[in-house]
């Protein structure tokens, strides 16, 4: 039995926030943010719509799309590092409620924007072991909620949104997750943290005076690990499957910083066409990137079944991860 992703699906909000705006809140320009970053604008959620909000509707389309009834699915994995409530319960229990998925087991993962990625290995696991048949992966963030607008060197990166699908067994090999790489190094979480809200820094007026709520982030040394890290890890995957660059139908990176992509798209010699770039209009969705970007593709008929994708992560803690699957969907 192999693991198969049916169906995609994706939530954009509609507040679309521009490197204008920007401007007008911080000394930046948007000449500098779309040189170092390739991001012109990115949406931010409204603000009474939470996570898991966003998180259900595009469940809802990942759901309406595999064909299958709800009551089919057996598990709920939700990635986020912006979760409706810190401790509990889990965004993954409220999108299920959401979208009325009864009596499954359902759980959050924290893996900063590696989340969708990592799911895809947990999935691949769950459904081979036999231990699950149809499993919803939702990768969710309103990460406008955790940054601090002051703020230059990150406020301009991120952005709101959500992705999902739906990953289902099947005894056909050419729609199957071929293999997953995931890893981690916590000896780089200072280089990327939201320090405080935790038991480290409980909430407190002192903590929020020194804002320590939001997210931090050493950029430039994150830049340099991300580039070098997700080469290696892309190299790495294609050699372990012998498979070559020119056989990848497409090549869905993280979509954090378009200089990045860049550097390993032409590291690996992969075509523009090949590649999917959303970080222009959505900026950095963490465990949302990825969905959010294949749903694009599959949007824009981009992505038929059979085709052999390339997925490739990095974030916070640091995690990194990749994937190579066979589309499982019509
Ligand atoms: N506008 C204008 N100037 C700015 C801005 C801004 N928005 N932000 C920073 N600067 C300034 C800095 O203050 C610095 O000025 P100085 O030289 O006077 O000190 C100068 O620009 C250069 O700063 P750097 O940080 O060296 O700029 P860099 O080229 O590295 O770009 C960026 C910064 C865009 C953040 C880049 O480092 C980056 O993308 N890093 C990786 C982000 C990433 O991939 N994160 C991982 C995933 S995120 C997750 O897991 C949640």
């Not at 000394?27 to 966003?54: C, F, K, L, N, Y």
């Not at 997700?230 to 498979?243: F, G, R, Y």
Request: charged share 25%; proline share 3%; net charge negative.
């Amino acid at each position: 039995m192999y693991a198969s992703l049916k169906s995609i699906g994706s939530y954009i909000p509609e507040k679309i926030m521009t490197n204008r705006d920007f401007e007008k809140i911080v000394e930046t320009s948007d000449e500098w943010i779309v040189q170092r970053t390739g991001i012109s604008e990115r949406r931010i959620a409204a603000a009474d719509q939470s996570t898991s909000d966003m998180g259900a509707k595009a469940a809802q389309k990942a759901i309406q799309r595999s064909g299958l009834d709800k009551s089919e699915i057996d598990l709920v994995i939700c990635a986020t590092l912006s979760p409706d409530h810190l401790c509990m319960p889990s965004t993954a229990c409220l999108i299920s409620d959401k979208v009325g998925i009864r009596d499954v087991m359902a759980f959050d993962i924290s893996a900063a924007c590696s989340g969708f990625v990592y799911m895809l290995m947990m999935a691949k696991s769950f459904i081979e072991s036999g231990a699950k048949k149809n499993i919803l992966l939702v990768g969710a963030e309103k990460i406008s909620s955790l940054v601090d607008y002051t703020d230059r060197g990150t406020c301009i990166l991120f952005g709101d949104g959500a992705g999902a699908a739906i990953i289902s067994a099947t005894e056909d090999i050419d729609e199957a997750i071929i293999d997953v790489h995931a890893s981690a190094d916590g000896k780089y979480s200072d280089l990327l943290i939201t320090p405080g809200c935790g038991s480290t820094h409980p909430c407190s007026t002192e903590m929020m005076d020194k804002k320590l709520q939001y997210i931090k982030m050493a950029g430039n040394e994150v830049f340099k690990v991300a580039v070098r890290t997700l080469t290696k890890d892309v190299v790495d995957i294609l050699k372990t499957n012998n498979i070559e660059p020119k056989d990848v139908d497409l090549f869905v990176p993280h979509q954090a910083n378009l200089r990045i992509i860049e550097a390993v798209r032409n590291k690996l010699n992969f075509p523009k066409e090949k590649t999917v770039f959303t970080v222009g209009k959505y900026g950095n969705t963490s465990a949302a990137s990825i969905p959010m970007a294949i749903n694009d593709a599959y949007e824009e008929g981009r992505l038929k079944k059979g085709d052999l994708m390339l997925l490739d992560t990095f974030g916070g803690g640091f995690t990194w991860a990749s994937a190579l699957l066979r589309f499982g969907g019509n």
